[in-house]
């Protein structure tokens, strides 16, 4: 019952790295400095997030973190967010929100080539809620509250 | 285990019989079976009801209460026939008293806008519980945006229970004119004790409306024994077709209030000056109404009736005892909801995993369960919680499927640990 083969069929959706940061989410905490932060919602699940953003000199995000309590997924999503944008520009984040979306959505990412190419192998296992409908908002709602925080609006929801 | 409870009874539920009169139990999900555990959102429908709709359809379908047709007549018939099992469903002194809705929700929102508007004053106050559903929150809510009635809500108590006491203390001030409440939790399964909230509230001068949207699935109702004032209940749980609901109200409270929709249907004269209404029901039953679902409806009644009351609760008993008792065995399983009266709808959490990962894997399996607020987030706030996962239990559900539930339920927790 322990074995990995008992559970192979959870595999498409369940990889190892999202079981990983579900149980120990990175980045999980309030920024104290933060310049941006935005709240996410998910009406229909229940899910909430926060999401914090540090800005560097140079205008890049220096640091970023996150709250709230959810579903593997939704936890998985946002630690993996809070690493993947770190370094990068808001236009840099934006793409690559955008590209995970595509990603959640379909299973499949025509645009993660070139700069974000690199990100999106890591987000990959998280093309498998694209089977699962009602669970794609889990994967995006930290992305959609990055988005409000980038832009300034303070909230953001998946409705 | 119970399952012995179950055979030795001579009237028990023939479960295979029924299970081979739902097409959709045959189907099968990614791959497995289908157990259906999520009934309390919306049952499957048995051939009877699937027949019942086609029929119609192929061999007798017009628009109703407006031809003089033949084939408008029949059908007119045959909508109405929903209205007379209705009547027997509730046991409703008069068959005018069944008010035919879209669903619960549109029943209780009827209720709110015209009996909460030409009855209720500013400052009179509408009693509901902690346990309702949204459906039974927000127009009370709007009700009191718009006029300016009082909202009180009646807590729970930590075994998922009404708390009595307290519900009688806020009758007290004798201002509460209205007590809207669920007859049995969709997330706790209780039952409220219907029969001293009716004597407190008539005590204090208030009406009562029960959302019976969840009870009158699995037990017999008799509004008049019940002494309730209103009863409210959605088809679709009823192994019915969706789109169609019930309200039903005392003849004397419906004459009083004033229509909720206008147009056709719901007058006897109409001039540009002003129209007259129908009289009840029709006067609430404005526009073309459910005339397919009405027959479905009318089927479904009549197919749960022909099962047995007492049959349907030894059944959900049964159904329940064993599931709390599986869930019992597996660690980190936690029910939310010791109610000593209670139906067929288990909520519960398992320790480090939330709800929706474990409908995910169960639904991996072929386990349709419902997990999240069940739309009744203020409860789930009550209790500390986001979500739980629910299984709910129908007159199809065996003790097999349970056990499977269980089986998984356990596997999940391994492949999170
Ligand atoms: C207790 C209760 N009340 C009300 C409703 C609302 O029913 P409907 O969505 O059919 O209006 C439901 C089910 O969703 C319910 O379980």
């Known amino acids: ?159 | 285990m119970n399952d012995a409870r179950i055979l030795d009874r001579p009237a028990a539920l023939d479960v295979a019989a029924i299970r081979a009169q739902f097409p959709i139990l045959r189907e099968q999900v990614r791959g497995k079976p289908l157990v259906f555990l999520d009934s309390a959102a919306s049952a499957q429908k048995p051939r009877a009801v699937i027949e019942a709709m086609v029929h119609a359809m192929e061999h007798q379908y017009a628009n109703i209460h407006r031809g003089l047709h033949w084939m408008s007549e029949r059908t007119t018939e045959a909508y109405e026939a929903a209205r007379d099992a209705a009547q027997a469903l509730l046991g409703a002194k008069e068959r005018e008293e069944i008010v035919f809705v879209r669903n619960t929700t549109e029943g209780i929102n009827l209720l709110a806008h015209s009996y909460g508007r030409a009855v209720l004053k500013p400052g009179d106050a509408v009693l509901i519980s902690a346990m309702e559903h949204h459906s039974n929150i927000v127009p009370w809510q709007m009700l009191r945006d718009s006029h300016g009635i009082e909202l009180r809500i009646a807590p729970v108590t930590d075994a998922g229970e009404l708390d009595m006491e307290a519900f009688a203390t806020l009758l007290d001030d004798g201002r509460v004119k209205l007590v809207a409440i669920t007859h049995m939790s969709n997330v706790l399964g209780t039952y409220t004790p219907v029969e001293r909230i009716v004597a407190l509230a008539h005590e204090a001068g208030a009406k009562v409306m029960l959302d019976g949207s969840q009870a009158v699935v699995h037990r017999k109702v008799d509004v008049q024994a019940l002494g309730c004032d209103f009863y409210v209940f959605t088809g679709h749980k009823l192994y019915g077709p969706t789109g169609i609901g019930v309200l039903w109200g005392r003849r004397e409270l419906l004459e009083a209030m004033p229509p909720f929709l206008g147009g056709g249907d719901m007058i006897s004269t109409v001039s540009f000056e002003r129209s007259e209404w129908a009289k009840v029901p029709h006067k609430f039953e404005a526009g073309t109404p459910a005339i397919l679902e009405g027959v479905g409806l009318k089927a479904a009644i009549d197919w749960t009736v022909a099962l047995g009351w007492d049959r349907v609760a030894a059944h959900e008993q049964a159904l329940t005892d064993h599931a709390l008792a599986r869930l019992s065995e597996i660690e980190g399983v936690r029910v939310l909801g010791q109610a000593q009266d209670r139906g067929g709808v288990v909520s519960f959490t398992l320790d480090g995993v939330h709800a929706h990962d474990v409908a995910t894997i169960l639904d991996r399996q072929g386990i349709a369960v419902r997990a999240g607020q069940h739309c009744a987030e203020p409860l789930m706030r009550r209790f500390g919680l986001d979500s739980t996962a629910r299984a709910s239990f129908a007159a199809y559900t065996t003790m097999a499927e349970i056990d499977y539930l269980a089986e998984q339920l356990a596997r999940v927790r391994a492949f999170f640990r």
Not at chain 1, 50 to 63: H, P, Q, S, T, Y
Not at chain 1, 106 to 112: N, Q, V
Request: negative net charge.
């Open chain 1, 1 to 159: 019952m322990t074995g990995a083969a008992a559970f192979d069929e959870l595999r498409d959706l369940y990889q190892e790295v999202i079981l990983d940061h579900g149980r120990h989410p990175r980045n999980h905490r309030r920024l104290a400095d933060a310049d941006r932060s935005a709240k996410g919602d998910n009406p229909m699940c229940g899910d909430r997030v926060e999401v914090f953003l540090r800005l560097g000199a140079d205008g890049r995000i220096a640091e970023a973190s996150f709250e709230g309590r959810g579903c593997a997924i939704s936890q998985a999503s946002a630690s993996l967010m809070t690493e993947l944008v770190s370094g990068r520009t808001a236009d840099e984040a934006k793409e690559l929100a955008s590209a995970l979306r595509s990603l959640a959505r379909t299973g499949a990412c025509p645009a993660c080539q070139g700069a974000v190419a690199e990100a999106m192998e890591r987000l990959a296992p998280l093309g498998g809620v694209s089977e699962y409908p009602s669970r794609v908002k889990c994967a995006t709602l930290a992305w959609h509250a990055l988005e409000a925080a980038l832009a300034g609006e303070g909230k953001a929801t998946t409705e």
